[in-house]
């Protein structure tokens, strides 16, 4: 699976932007996709995560209520549109892709595929 993110950009507090995560390669649906942040300075972080049919998500404590994960397996996408953004949100967003595992969870040790990322800045 090969996964390019896009959608990044400079935002004001306070504001949304959304992410999208285009892949290719076969069974889309039998992935987990998740979203981590790495912030400069700062390891990388969960964000969101979603199961195979997308009826199921989990968030980090930090986004709940402001981000959200959401997947178009037709197309192998998924998105996070972002809400009520933050100065603390600024980072380099990457979307990973979890082959062996049904189950959510929040381990990028697991997650074996990953995108290049897209930098996200919202200013005060």
């Known amino acids: 699976v090969q996964l390019q993110a896009f959608g990044g950009g400079l935002v004001q507090a306070g504001g949304s932007l959304r992410l999208s995560c285009a892949a290719s390669?076969?069974?889309?649906?039998?992935?987990?996709m998740g979203w981590f942040r790495q912030a400069p300075g700062k390891e990388r972080e969960f964000v969101a995560v979603i199961s195979w049919g997308g009826g199921s998500t989990y968030y980090a404590d930090s986004v709940k209520g402001r981000f959200t994960i959401s997947r178009d397996n037709a197309k192998n996408t998924v998105f996070l549109q972002m809400n009520s953004l933050k100065p603390e949100d600024t980072a380099r967003y990457y979307c990973a892709a979890d082959g062996k595992h049904e189950q959510l969870h929040a381990q990028k040790e697991l997650y074996a595929y990953w995108g290049q990322g897209t930098l996200v800045t919202v200013s005060s």
């Open positions: 390669g076969r069974a889309f649906d039998s992935y987990l």
